[in-house]
């Protein structure tokens, strides 16, 4: 049987190391250095983290998601128009601003080092490898939008009536 060994993050998301993969996030030392690493974003205690890069506050969990790890509930997904008004309507850590991030600020959360998924799964814990929505309008053809599909970071356009999953983000203070 064949064994084919990756280069997985290890908790301090700093030090790389070979381990043997089994569905789980792969990440590679091809690229120089980690684009989202774990010293970037504040821990704001409160299912928040902030990105001192972009000054943004992030929900650390998917919607659907919750727990110090996301570890409670299921991961939901919604159609562009309702994740629009499922962000407008979230009052998140007594917050009431949250919003969906634009393509640009979604892309910014990529992990070039890493795939299945492409992201900080220490800053963002149980993120499903699946598509996310932005809330960027599809230039071409107004009944699509923005996704980030996070298997491997890839931004692409994609009907609005698909479900697709929701990360909230809004402003800094």
């Known amino acids: 049987m064949y064994r084919a060994f990756f280069y997985v993050m290890t908790l301090a998301c700093v030090t790389l190391m070979p381990v043997v993969a089994s569905g789980a996030q792969l990440c590679h030392t091809y690229w120089p250095k980690a684009s989202t690493p774990i010293n970037r974003f504040i821990n704001n205690e ?17 919607e659907g998601l919750s727990g110090s790890v996301c570890e409670h509930g299921s991961p939901a997904i919604f159609s562009w128009q309702e994740a629009l008004q499922v962000a407008a309507n979230s009052t998140f850590a007594g917050k009431n601003d949250w919003r969906l991030p634009n393509i640009k600020e979604l892309g910014s ?24 929505w932005s809330s960027t309008p599809f230039a071409e053809n107004k009944n699509f939008a923005w ?3 996070f298997p491997y970071g890839i931004s692409d356009g994609n009907d609005k009536s698909y479900k697709f999953f929701v990360r909230l983000v809004r402003a800094g203070k």
């Open 147 to 149: 996704n980030i599909y």
């Open 109 to 132: 959360i990529v992990e070039r080092q890493c795939s299945m998924p492409a992201i900080n799964e220490i800053v963002f814990p149980a993120t499903p490898t699946m598509s996310f």
């Open 46 to 62: 409160d299912g928040t983290v902030t990105d001192s890069v972009t000054g943004l506050i992030w929900k650390r969990c998917s």
